[in-house]
Nanobody, 118 residues
Framework: VQLQASGGGLVQTGGSLRLSCAASGIFFSINDMAWYRQGPGNQRVLVARVTRGGSTRYADSVKGRFTISRDNARSTVDLQMNSLKPEDTDVYYC?????????????WGQGTQVTVSS
């Protein structure tokens, strides 16, 4: 099972970016999917999470600006980031909890850099 993330880049303050992540491989089902962020020397922290049924949860810092969505048929999760701020700059990682048989496993995609210039 692999998670392939894309969509990071450099944008000015107030701009938008869309991150995408696709799961591939052989698996039974995908439970929660999410996006996390991590800066140098910092722990990886949750940005947004979406359940298989579509319930969402956001970090307070991104509420009203970011929107997480998923396509269960395509095994993808996206993060639409609007009104970006310099403090949003970080490496962003997609996450998926995937069931292979009865056991769930946590998977991470490779990081994608998001840089917001002031």
């Amino acid at each position: 099972v692999q998670l392939q993330a894309s969509g990071g880049g450099l944008v000015q303050t107030g701009g938008s970016l869309r991150l995408s992540c696709a799961a591939s491989g052989i698996f039974f089902s995908i439970n929660d999917m999410a996006w996390y962020r991590q800066g140098p020397g910092n722990q990886r922290v949750l940005v947004a999470r979406v359940t298989r049924g579509g319930s969402t949860r956001y970090a307070d810092s991104v509420k009203g600006r970011f929107t997480i969505s998923r396509d269960n048929a395509r095994s993808t999760v996206d993060l639409q980031m609007n009104s970006l701020k310099p403090e949003d700059t970080d490496v962003y990682y997609c996450f998926a909890q995937i069931s292979r048989g009865a056991v769930p496993y946590n998977y991470w995609g490779q990081g994608t850099q998001v840089t917001v210039s002031s």
